[in-house]
């Protein structure tokens, strides 16, 4: 009875608990030795690594190794390599870090349900962008947002050109308050929600509907109103997101 017992509690393992545990490849060894001395601050932003030779020596493995592992670094950001010239470590930037998920947000993005996640992640990242420009805009950038106003406004109707000036016109937003991750995120959402702008622009009231959101924006952020702002933007968005669905035929 008690051994029924302790086969019956007893956990069952899974087929993963049978799979034999990979080890390392040596070029991907060589590229954590060689990240672990970037992230302990050995090598810093626009120092020379060094040369294909001395890390061959350093590690003890052959060139196609050091080359490997050289290509694996340089895909993932944290060096720069040009031709002639010895690798160097690479000054990350906001763009470059955002770019970096483009792969993965495409994948997510083919489920509806994240296609919702991230209109909802636009909608707070642009509304509060739209807050601080409206607290911080200046002359000048207030001449410019207006100068992409007009530039959407010329091209009503058009809907290559008017997309390209919608584009336009968020960026200058998100320029606004001179915060380059503003502006990565802004582009790298840009891209991901592309599909959402071409559907919305084929309901024949969308280039209205979008440029009167537009000169509410401007208004309330030449005005310096960062509530007024906000709740414009969040006003548009939200029409945004509803036309999109309702064009691509799925429930809200």
């Given at each position: 009875?008690?051994?029924?017992?302790?086969?019956?509690?007893?956990?069952?393992?899974?087929?993963a608990d049978h799979a034999p545990i990979r080890t390392r490849r040596l070029h991907e060894e060589v590229a954590a030795r060689i990240e672990a001395t970037i992230n302990a601050g050995a090598l810093g932003p626009g120092d020379s690594l060094p040369s294909e030779r001395e890390l061959m020596g350093r590690?003890?493995?052959?060139?196609?190794?050091?080359?490997?592992?050289?290509?694996?670094?340089?895909q993932r950001g944290l060096i720069e390599r040009r031709n002639g010239e010895r690798a160097r470590v690479a000054s990350p930037s906001a763009a470059d870090v955002v770019s970096q998920m483009t792969l993965p947000v495409r994948r997510m993005l083919a489920r509806p349900e994240n296609v919702r996640h991230f209109q909802e992640a636009r909608w707070l990242f642009e509304t509060g962008v739209t807050r601080q420009a409206a607290l911080r805009a200046t002359p000048e950038q207030i001449a410019t947002l207006e100068a992409a106003l007009e530039a959407n406004r010329a091209v009503l109707g058009d809907p290559v050109e008017f997309a390209r000036t919608d584009v336009l016109f968020h960026l200058r937003l998100a320029e606004i308050p001179n915060n380059p991750i503003f502006t990565a995120l802004h582009e790298a959402l840009v891209g991901w929600l592309t599909e959402q702008r071409r559907v919305t622009l084929t309901s024949p009231k969308a280039f209205q509907v979008a440029f009167a959101a537009h000169e509410r924006i401007f208004r309330a952020v030449a005005a310096h109103e960062p509530d007024e702002a906000a709740q414009a933007m969040a006003d548009h968005l939200t029409e945004v997101a509803g036309l999109y669905w309702n064009k691509a035929g799925r429930k809200r």
């Open positions: 009875m008690a051994s029924a017992r302790a086969t019956e509690i007893a956990p069952v393992e899974s087929r590690y003890g493995v052959g060139r196609p190794a050091v080359r490997e592992a050289l290509l694996s670094l340089q």
